[in-house]
């Protein structure tokens, strides 16, 4: 990891009071120069107590077509996300709301899953395929980003059953976490983000 990188990621633990302090011209002059260097390519948000300081967008969405990035381009977030969802889970947990035995059908019933537990889907152990080996057109979806809840619609029929029984082997699965945010946004009434 470089060091320019380091450091801001540095400056941001030690104080998010200084940090917020910083002025737009600073934090653009600084972000300018990543992205110059080939060090940084994304968006960035900077909020100080809920109220936003600074919103900017830099390098390209695209490279093949030369798209620039901008405040609304939409960023595929991969795994980064599922410690969070598992941390949702283990607070519903805590709160009561959910057992990790609980059937996954018990909060999504549509899906034909009926043995397939919470704890299977925190650890691999479902057997449910992951969705991202499926194309546009195996979904028959004419957009280019589908939701969880799309996804969670399309699985009886793209996936209807299980590739392994539950618990008896582990496969990773991005189904899996997609499954636990749609619970975790059905037990809560939030949306996830």
């Not at 990621?9 to 910083?22: D, E, K, R």
């Not at 002025?23 to 653009?28: H, V």
């Not at 449910?128 to 280019?144: A, N, P, R, V, Y």
Request: aromatic share 12%; hydrophobic share 40%.
């Amino acid at each position: 990891m470089n060091k320019t990188f380091l450091c801001f990621v540095g400056l941001i633990l030690v104080s998010f009071t200084s940090f917020a302090q910083l002025q737009k011209t600073e934090l653009n002059r600084f972000f300018d120069s990543l992205v110059k260097s080939g060090q940084f390519n994304g968006a960035v948000l900077v909020a100080d107590k809920g109220k936003v300081i600074f919103e900017q967008a830099y390098g390209l969405a695209d490279f093949e077509h030369n798209i620039p990035n901008n405040i609304n381009t939409a960023f595929e977030i991969a795994s980064v996300s599922k410690q969070f969802t598992a941390m949702a889970i283990m607070q519903l947990h805590n709160e009561g709301k959910l057992n990790y035995t609980d059937t996954i059908t018990k909060y999504l019933p549509d899906l034909p899953y009926h043995s397939v537990t919470i704890n299977d889907l925190i650890h691999h152990s479902s057997g449910i395929s992951d969705f991202l080996g499926w194309t546009k057109e195996q979904m028959h979806m004419q957009k280019d980003v589908c939701t969880n809840q799309d996804i969670e619609r399309l699985l009886p029929s793209m996936s209807p059953a299980t590739i392994f029984e539950p618990r008896t082997s582990y496969t990773y699965s991005n189904t899996n976490y997609l499954l636990l945010a749609n619970i975790v946004t059905k037990i809560s009434g939030l949306s996830f983000p």
